[in-house]
Structure formats: C-alpha cells, structure tokens
C-alpha cells in the first residue's frame, strides 16, 4: 500500500512540475520543434541560439529585467523596514485605537487590488498635482502601494507576539528603551519572519500584473512579469529562453528558503 | 504620566506605516464610497444606489459576478480537497523531501513564464479548451496547479502537530484507518482548514493574473472575472461603476471571511479549546 501510494504521489508530484520542465527544455529547442504541432519535450539538439541572442541584441530584455528586480528589492526592503516597527508596536506596545487598526490593517490583507484602484489612482493624481511629484507612470507608482501593503505587518505582528512579554519587561528593567528592545532582543528572534517575508513578497512581485497594467503607460517602465508577453508574440524561441532565465532567480530563492515558507504560511493561523 | 509616554510612543512605531497605509489604502477605501453614490467620477451630482442598480442591471457585471462565482465555487473546495488528500498521502508514508518541492514550486514560477506551455497544453498543441466555452476548466486546473504548494505546506504543519495519543487512543480501540480519519483526523484539522480557506480565497482573486496573461483584457467570455470588469470600467474612466463594483466585490469577500472566523470559533466550543 505504501508503495502504490508512493508512485502515486510521484506521478502527482511530476504533474505539478512539468509546466516548469517544459518551458526549460523548450528554450533549447530550435524554431521548428518548438511550433510541431504536438507537444514536445525532449530537444532534437541542444541548441543554445536564443540565449545567445538575448545577450546580444536583446539588451532590452536585461532592461525589463532589472525593472522587475529594483521593483521586487525596493518594495522588499520598504515594507521590511516599515512592518517591523509597526508590527512591534501592534505587538507589545499599548497605544489608543490599536485593536481596531489592526483589525483594518487584517481586512486590507483580504481585499484584491482592484477594490482600492480607482481611489488609490486619484489620491496620487492629486499627489502629482499639489506637491507636483509625478506617481502616476513611474514606478512610484508601484512602489508606494506595495511598501504599505499590510500583509508584512500582519505577518511580522503575529511572529513579534509569540516572543513572551517577560523577556521584554526584563529588557526594560535593565533600562533599555523600545527601540533598543526592538534591535536586540525583538529582531534577532524574529529573523525566520523577516525571510518568510522575504520570501512571499518576492513570490508576488516577482509576478507583478495588476498594478503595471494599471498605473504604467510608458512601455519601457514595464517590468519583465508583464513584457514577456510582448516577447511571445515577436518570437517563441527568445521567449523560452527569456522566461527560463526570469524563472531561475524565483527558483533559486524559493529552494534556498523552502524550510522559511512553512513558517511565514502558519503562521497567520495563531491567534 | 510615564504611561502616556509609553503610549504615544506605540504611535511613534506605527506612525510610519500608519500614514502610508492611510494615504494609500483607508482614505482611497473611503472616498470611493462618494464616487459610488455621485453621478460620474467628474460630476458629484448626488444619484444615491442609482450607480449600484445600474451595475447589476449591466450584462457585463453579471457575467463577471457569475464567472467569479463559479470558479471561487469550483475552484476553492476543489483545491482544498486535494491538498488535504496530498498532505496526507505525503504526511502518512512519510515522502521524500522532492516531492514536496515539487507541488510547492509552482507558486514562486511568474504567470507570463509559463503562459507558452499554457497556450500549446489548452490551445494549439492539446486540447483546445481555452476558446472554447470549457474554458473556465483551464483557469480552475491552473489555480490549483499553482496554489497547491501553500495549502501543502499549512495542513502539513497542521498533521504534524496532531497529538500522537489520540490517534494512539483510537488504534488500540480498533478503529480502522478511515474510521480515525473521518472521526478524528479530520475533526482536529479543522481549524486548520478555515486557514487554509482564507488563504485560498485571498490566493483566488490572484488567478487574474494568469488570465489577463493568456488573453489580455478582453478574455473568452467564459473567463471574464470581476476583475476584468473593474479594470476595463477603470479605463473607460466609468469610476462610478468601479467602485460600486468594487463595494459590492469587497462585501462579499467580508461576508465571506466573516462566515469562516465564525466557523471557526463555533468549531473551536465544541471540541473545547479555544
């Protein structure tokens, strides 16, 4: 039985990885193989063009790539930076309202992006002309939202909480303030949060979608998530080899930090 | 007095976050209600629910809410079925580490990488599902080809944390294996399970992403979400439409996620914890 199971399970677990394997294999075939009218796996040869030309007269591919890597560092490290303070505060700090803002930071987590788009638009249209900082199409735009979304600072909020108020208070004895507490005791315990964080931020930026397709007119300032498809559409093969190289990065965090993720998914689950 | 310092200074922390998320998430929140009752998003002639009638009289609103509410209904308990039965498989014969990368990996892979082997699958090369009006099977097999991993990882936790004794308890009883896991297992998992439903239902509107990408703004009918909607009423600059939209998508998501926090607690009384 344990063993039906286990070829089972494999069968199943192969299923879930073929799309990836795929998409792989297809970016080193030639042109033809690729348009065969059924679907193939295995390389007639093992043909390394498109990469080649990607390097070469694709620079452009490597300028929707880093759009996508400084969106992606950039909203990480914003909403890092910003949750921790506001998630040690919901945490361990008692201020006036601090249920009840915590409760709509909870309800903003559930909501999708489009619910807030036409406001969200508005309010840095106004930005834009009162202070005269242009948002709108420029990855601002992007930025701002994705720094204040509050699913960091629920996240990091339930981790801080699991620390006991005892070794807090007796940090405090010893006379150290709230910030102090919050880079020497608080951060170092919280490290797995921080990557878990890491971690599922990255998941959703690295596929940014909706917010491009709304707040980017200029076609340049797309990042790669959404221009891939442009690139499918002008030639297959370089769009194997350009999802392949965006993929790997995706791959190579997410293996690093697969024992992360099991802490920054549970984690929701404690009251 | 020190107290009050103490306490202003929990805003201090917060402030930062406090002001951005208002800014960008609360106030937006806010004012769109007066969009949703005023006639236009440049005319703020009050009209009262005239904008919300409107939008349910529309056929496009319909098909959207009709879409939406179908895939959520298919697609939800679907996934939650099989990465529970996934989770137990790997959880009971103890599977090889790789088989559960292997599940979990799609949710790190960007929609547009694989829109390519989507297309030749359920397009040209396999079956032709995506135009035709079965489509809305190709959008249910990708969410749960990509959302499997984080319900695997949350009911693998779960399993793990199940009290040995009862299970123990119940072999010495006699129960055989599906006695104990539809009595007890499946019992103990449930709050488990709520969790996973709202991670799910915040994880089913992001299958947006994967259809915009096979097929843009103006999809096969059959896929056309509310999303595709409030996207497409945004760029006809119909803002009054959109957030009435938008209001009537967000209470139904609360009422949605209240039902299950209540579920929960309800669940929580009677096997006595809390």
Known sequence: MKKILLVLIFIISLLYVFPIIYTFTNSFMTESQINAENIQIIPDEFNLQQYYSIVTNKAEYFKFFMNSVKLTVIIIVGQIVIGIFAAFAFAKMEFPGRDLIFVIYILAVLLPFQVTLVPNYLVLDKIHRVLNIKILDTHIAIILPGIFSSFGVFLLRQFVRGIPNDIIEAARIDGAGYGKILFKVVLPVIKPAVFSLVILTFIDNWNLIEQAIIFIDTPSKLPLSVFLENIYYGDYKVFYAGAVLYIVPALLIFIKGEDYLKEGLTVGGMK | ?274
Do not use: C
């Open chain 2, 1 to 274: 007095m020190l107290k009050k310092i103490r306490k202003s200074k929990g805003f201090l922390f917060i402030l930062p976050s406090l002001i951005g998320f208002s800014i960008l998430y609360i106030i937006p929140f806010i004012l769109g209600l007066r969009y949703s009752v005023s006639r236009s998003g440049f005319d703020n002639t009050f009209v009262a629910f005239k904008n919300y009638n409107d939008v349910f009289k529309s056929n496009a609103f319909n098909l959207a809410l009709k879409n939406t509410a179908l895939f959520m209904g298919i697609a939800i308990p679907l996934i939650i079925i099989i990465s529970f039965i996934l989770a137990l498989i790997i959880y009971e014969i103890n599977a090889p580490k790789f088989i559960k990368l292997f599940i979990i990996l799609p949710m790190a892979i960007p929609s547009g990488t694989v829109a390519g082997f989507f297309r030749k699958v359920f397009g040209t090369g396999g079956f032709n599902l995506i135009n035709t009006e079965y489509a809305m099977i190709v959008v249910v097999l990708i969410f749960i080809w990509r959302n499997t991993g984080y319900n695997l990882i949350i009911y693998l936790a779960g399993l793990s944390q199940l009290r040995k004794e009862i299970i123990e308890a119940s072999m010495i009883d006699g129960a055989n294996y599906f006695q104990r896991l539809w009595h007890i297992i499946i019992p103990l998992i449930t709050p488990t399970t709520v969790f996973v439903g709202i991670v799910t239902i915040i994880n089913s509107f992001k299958v947006f992403k994967d259809i915009f990408i096979l097929q843009g703004n103006y999809p096969n009918p059959k896929i056309y979400m509310l999303q595709h909607y409030m996207n497409n009423k945004f760029r006809d600059l119909q803002y009054e439409k959109l957030t009435s939209a938008a209001y009537v998508f967000a209470a139904v998501i609360f009422v949605f996620a209240f039902l299950l926090f209540y579920f929960d607690r309800k669940h929580a009384r009677k096997v006595g914890e809390s």
